[in-house]
């Protein structure tokens, strides 16, 4: 696919129906845009000081390609989902505001029990009485306002009417300490981020979520505000770690967490279910790490209580495990034996080939000495690499072991295969599979490394795309608009808390534009057993195990909508477009380069190759042979 699945020239008058998936990244962001039978994407740098920035940039490069302005695409789009990691950046660089935390009066011993991770000081904590006693709330409140809090949380003890018991306090403050003299210091009672009893839970939950809550809802609004600027109509689309999407003031800040890695576990699933693929394992390679998420039957798995940064959380998110190993990640030799990572060069200064003063060797410098890039075209030209660079802190490193810098390059492609292929294969443990596997190789790093990962992991097939650079936007197109709700399983009036919640539901998606026939509903319980463990099943349980307990009853309302078409495949020939000498494990070869977006559907092509886009290259190693589906996918088998 390259930048684009089909040549042409667009004007404003012929796009209509668009839809634009946008996935911030640590280090890019990401664009998937159709219009029409069009599909382009777009990678630019992410502006951390401002990721809106990075947005509207993404936006204008999908728009440059499509040959319209920002405004012409905004006004043709009928979907608009976003992703983001700013949860993910606030919480890493501790930039949320200071949490003040109001405990029932006499419990607030407990917060010597919670994650010292939480970004939570303990000069911030008061106790406020339950009957909701205005003195002491008053006194409470001045204290934490005093000593700077800037966003409070009501978490009260556990038991009989807690939402009630926080709403009374909420309101007293909000009698006590009017809009005009609180000013923009948010109250978050804990029941309306988590109703689980579970005091340590709840209290993690509501105070992260909180810490996230002001920078999340300034960057969304004020990405919002730009796109009306612009003339785009309808709700943005804020996807959510479950793999649901909601409109922005319907959004959770602690839901989004994760929201990227899910929209790239959507597009493993939906693919394996357009390509009929019983078990795929989708691997997604990036500069520091790899994600790695296991589909069975066309359905994804989710946890409930994921840690996020060492703090335990009650969030539905899709399962996942992260692999420390990426483009970026560092080689050495520690006692006469390769390792690699953990630890990676980043974005600055990057690989020695980025030319950025890295002195470190990477697996990047390794696939770029054994001449898989072209260096003076990598990411269509807008990065040359110095090939000088690699060469030369790969050999300090091979002297290390008398080596040489092909072999040692060698040994470190093949050793990160084998690194993310031992990820796979506990992921398929712990998912219960014990058939082989169809692999998707996809992020910036997945083509290159493809072959050596399907050498050493149990796989059928290994499938790369042409979208799989901005795999995670493209997964954003998959996703339903979804609203959870939560009540308490033990409610003594639960059929009445449901049926409350069901008709908040329908409110919800009314303001999202969808009637009450449009929605469908389902609902699931959570049970914990004694040692902790929480599992998930469907409905209700009238008869839960012996030692177990049901937390909570989640409904779930979900209606479809808009989806981006999927790729296509080129429409050129298959004859390659230069030659590369490239250092393959059994030597070097003069290896046939192809134009990866042009190559027809059904093209077969023998190993070695090499095939580009501006923003990607799959290696295809000896003995391995590759055909090309109708999405444009590279399908390898040995």
Known sequence: MGPESRTGATTPSDISGCTIEIDTGGTFTDGYVTAGDRVVTAKVDTTPYDLSTGVLACIDRAAERLGVTRADLLRATDAFRLSTTVGTNTLINRSGPAVGLLLSQGTEHVVDELSPNLPLSRDLVAGVADAADRATTQAAVRRLLERGARVLVIALLGGPDLAGRESAVRGLIAESYPRHYLGAVPVLPSHQVTPVHDERLRIQTAVLSAYLHPVMSTFLYRVEDALRADGYTRPLQVADASGGTSRVAKTSALRTWGSGPAGGVAASTALAVELDTPVAVGFDVGGTSTDVSVAVDGRWTYEVQPAIEGIDVALPALSLVSAPIGGGTVARIVEGALVLGPDSAGAQPGPACFGLGGEDVTVTDAVCHLGLFDPDNFLGGRKKLDVEASRRVLERLAQEVGSDAEALATQIVEKAGQLIASAIAVQLQDAGVDADATLFATGGAGGM??????????????????????????????????????????????????????????????????????????????????????????????????????????????????????????????????????????????????????????????????????????????????????????????
């Open 449 to 638: 490394l493809a072959g050596f990962i399907h050498i050493a992991a149990p796989a059928t097939e290994t499938i790369a795309f042409p979208m799989s650079p901005v795999f995670s936007a493209f997964g954003l197109s998959r996703l339903d608009i979804r609203h959870a709700y939560e009540a308490p399983a033990d409610s003594p009036t639960l059929d009445a808390d449901l049926e409350a919640l069901r008709l908040r539901a329908h409110a919800d998606m009314r303001s999202e534009g969808f009637s009450p026939e449009q929605v469908q509903f389902s609902e699931e319980t959570e049970v914990v057993d004694a040692a902790g463990r929480v599992r998930v099943v469907s409905g209700r349980l009238d008869q839960p195990e012996p030692g177990e307990s049901p937390r909570l009853v989640r409904l779930t309302a979900s209606t479809s909508s808009r989806r981006a078409r999927f790729p296509q495949a080129g429409v050129g020939g298959d004859a390659p477009v230069s030659t590369r000498l490239v250092q393959w494990p059994g030597g070097p070869q003069k290896t046939p380069v192809y134009d990866w977006a042009g190559l027809p559907v059904g093209s077969s092509l023998p190993g070695p190759a090499v095939l580009e886009t501006d923003e990607t290259t799959v290696a295809v190693p000896p003995g391995f042979t590759v055909r090309i589906g109708s999405m444009g996918e590279a399908r390898l088998t040995a």
